[in-house]
């Protein structure tokens, strides 16, 4: 028995690379895809820390965060619970916006950037510049990242 015999070689198919077999697997494959969707990730997770800044009075807040807490605290100073519900509403669904992001779910980048679109048109009305900005700069990094799924869609085949 030689060494030869105790080895096996990969058939050439065996180390050809294999076709995702849905989008989300196709999505986890994409360069760049991944950091692209967790934008709204990052958008839930700054708007939560404006809000917990907001009740401590600390005066500071992210640029990166929703504009829909910060006027929902102002329109309703006098009854923080509501305020609390719109914020969790608006916390949560970005949460679960990026969770279906990263999943490849066409309607969950729409969604989600046509409600952060529409929350720095807010920080617009207001002359909240920084802001507007790093909105502008999100919504390219999540464009980015979808246009970059699209293509690997087409090129694949997967719908």
């Known amino acids: 028995m030689t060494d030869s015999t105790l080895t096996t070689t990969p058939s050439a198919a065996a180390m050809a690379p294999t076709m995702p077999a849905n989008v989300e697997e196709l999505a986890r494959l994409v360069p760049g895809f991944q950091r692209?969707?967790?934008w709204?990730?990052?958008?839930?997770?700054l708007s939560a820390?404006?809000?917990?800044?907001d009740l401590g009075h600390a005066g500071i807040n992210f640029v990166l965060g929703l504009a829909f807490t910060q006027l929902a605290h102002a329109v309703f100073q006098s009854?923080?619970?509501v305020a609390l519900f719109i914020d969790a509403l608006f916390i949560g669904g970005f949460y679960l916006i990026g969770l279906q992001a990263q999943k490849g779910r066409t309607w969950a980048f729409a969604l989600g950037a046509?409600?952060?679109?529409c929350d720095g048109l807010l920080y617009l009305k207001f002359e909240a510049w920084l802001s507007v900005a790093f909105h502008a700069f999100a919504l390219f990094q999540i464009g980015k990242a979808f246009m970059s799924l699209q293509a690997a869609r087409k090129a694949t085949g997967l719908r």
């Open 40 to 45: 709204f990730w990052w958008i839930a997770g």
């Open 114 to 117: 046509l409600l952060y679109l």
């Open 36 to 38: 692209g969707a967790r």
């Open 49 to 53: 820390v404006n809000v917990a800044c």
């Open 79 to 81: 009854n923080v619970a």
